[in-house]
């Protein structure tokens, strides 16, 4: 799903009407429909409803809401911020067929606050349609009184288009001045603010956010066109949606290698490891230093094991378990390049799909530069093979990114944005400066696929393409949740090896969810990163389009 500007949706708009000869009234009338259909379902206990109004489309698109809200028995009082006269347009005809045909529907011309307190009062849902996606902030007069009033209404809120006041271009996590939404009902596309910022109040208990959704209203795909090259991540689950040939095995769906882990750091290529498997890897084999070997297996039983020569700093029986081979314990000092030498490389590598390094690697002794010589070997004798590289691999180019090159090949890149400043040499300030510029012109100059990690986790594409993912949330801030992370990608990758962008994509939207899902069990202090494993199963049967035909962009449906 492609994401647009507010200059885009009026464009598209323009185009649905003069090319595909589809009236704006048309169009409103499906607007309004789908937002009295949104509220009928997510909130169908509310049955005094008032719909606040401006004069232009997104107010028309409010009426419509109204008279349908109405006609399904709901008692709806209208407040336009004006005068009746006012309102030109097809949201003049909304207005005309409101008063018309909505019967019982009291519609009050708003120029002056008194008395506004009480209705809101008596009232047990909200509809904002006040101004739209092409408001540009700030509000003024009347419109910030109401918002004020609203802003202290007990029930939820329900935005038109966006909350008003909100900003559509706006990338930022905040919107300062908009109303409040508890959710949002936008048409044919996310705009960017849809997808950057925070829009929604959510379910505070849980830690989850509000629903976002977009309504198909009859614009034609030819007439949404978007010069950003953005889109939304959450499409991209599409790819694992279909389900196995009942004769399927295994071999089918990849052998993925994770390479890391060190002494102290076997939960990294364990976990890694364990999110390839439940993301649907058939085979996946760690790859860790012996020293951690036994750790990693008590993982899960599905789990293969190749044990890494390291480098020893010394013995200490004392404080260090036994590796389980008859020797002294010894304190490791990461692993050694000879593990590559001979032919270890292609012992390694022989029946591998898909390469994961990084995870709990190091940097002591020759770790990075192990790292290093793992991604050069791939490169030149098993190009075909994707490299997922997170963590410490990506900390081993550390002031060496131009030898990351992904030409010919498939090269993922993990990183946290501190990651990606040392990997860039800037600091993490540069690097949250312009996130989507910089994700952009890495992964095109380097021919990489870029996931770079945060609010709004980003995946830039070689080709310029950039997709924004709005699931997870704050509960995801724990020590794991990255190398959870890269075995997910890793694991759809192993099945989707023709189809790298949605298959990244995909892992990137699929974590957040199960994390979404984690935390309406759990509160958000005691999430685990591994309980999204345990809600990963959620997160793949779940559809992004309910039964109404709106596509959840941000939220999870009950």
């Not at 490791?332 to 591998?352: C, H, K, S, W, Y």
């Not at 509160?523 to 389009?545: M, Q």
Request: with cysteine; aromatic share 4%; charged share 20%.
């Amino acid at each position: 799903m492609k994401i647009l500007t507010a200059a885009e949706m009026a464009a598209a708009d323009r185009r649905t009407e003069e090319e595909f000869r589809v009236p704006v009234g048309e169009l409103m009338e499906a607007a309004g429909g789908a937002v009295a259909a949104f509220c009928l379902r997510q909130y169908a206990a509310a049955s005094r409803v008032v719909v606040i109004c401006g004069k232009g489309n997104n107010g028309g698109d409010g009426m419509v809401a109204a008279r349908v809200l109405s006609a399904s028995g709901c008692s709806v009082r209208v407040l336009l911020l004006g005068r009746m006269a006012e309102v030109k347009g097809d949201a003049a005809e909304a207005l005309r067929r409101l008063r018309e045909e909505g019967a019982g529907v009291a519609v009050d011309e708003v120029v002056d606050a008194g008395g506004l307190g009480e209705v809101f009062g008596d009232a047990e849902l909200v509809v904002d349609a006040v101004v739209g996606t092409g408001f540009k902030p700030p509000l003024r007069g009347l419109a910030v009184v109401v918002r004020d009033l609203v802003k202290g209404f007990a029930g939820p809120v329900v935005a038109v288009d966006v909350p008003s006041g909100w900003d559509a271009d706006s990338m930022e996590q905040e919107g300062e001045g908009a109303y409040r939404a508890d959710a949002v009902v936008t048409f044919t596309a996310p705009k960017l603010a849809h997808v950057f910022g925070h829009l929604t109040c959510g379910a505070l208990a849980t830690g989850t956010f509000g629903p976002v959704v977009v309504a198909e209203i009859g614009s034609p795909e030819g007439a949404v066109r978007s010069e950003t090259e953005l889109r939304w991540t959450g499409s991209a689950k599409a790819v694992a949606e279909a389900p196995r040939a009942v004769n399927a095995n295994k071999g089918r769906f990849g052998h993925v290698l994770v390479v890391g882990g060190s002494y102290g750091k076997a939960g990294a290529p364990a976990m890694a490891s364990l999110a390839a498997l439940r993301a649907g890897a058939g085979l996946v084999t760690a790859a860790v230093p012996r020293s951690v070997v036994g750790m990693v297996a008590g993982v899960a039983p599905e789990l293969m094991l190749v044990g890494l020569e390291e480098a020893s700093r010394g013995t200490d029986e004392t404080h260090v378990p036994d590796a389980g081979h008859g020797a002294p314990s010894v304190v490791a000092g990461g692993v050694l390049l000879r593990n590559l030498a001979g032919d270890g490389f292609e012992r390694l590598m022989t029946g591998i799909k898909v390469v994961a390094v990084g995870p709990g690697l190091g940097t002591a002794g020759e770790a990075a530069e192990f790292a290093r010589e793992l991604v050069r070997r791939t490169a030149i004798e098993r190009a075909g093979v994707p490299m997922v590289l997170d963590a410490d691999a990506l900390n081993a180019f550390e002031g060496r990114a131009e030898l990351l090159d992904g030409r010919g090949r498939v090269m993922v890149l993990t990183p946290h944005p501190g990651e990606m400043a040392r990997l860039m040499g800037m600091t993490v300030k540069e690097v949250e400066a312009d996130r989507v510029g910089l994700a952009r012109r890495f992964a095109t100059e380097r021919q990489v696929t870029l996931v770079l990690k945060g609010w709004r986790t980003l995946v830039a594409h070689p080709d310029g393409r950039v997709g924004v993912n709005t699931s997870g949330n704050p509960a995801m801030a724990k020590g794991g949740s990255g190398d959870i992370l890269t075995g997910i990608v890793a694991g759809m990758l192993a099945q989707y090896p023709d189809d790298v962008a949605r298959a990244v994509e995909a892992a990137v939207y699929l974590h957040g969810l199960a994390a979404d899902f984690a935390v309406q069990k759990m509160d958000e202090h005691t999430v685990l990163a591994t309980d999204t494993l345990g809600c990963l199963s959620d997160a793949f049967r779940y559809r992004v389009k309910d039964a109404d035909g709106l596509v959840w962009v941000g939220g999870v449906r009950g």
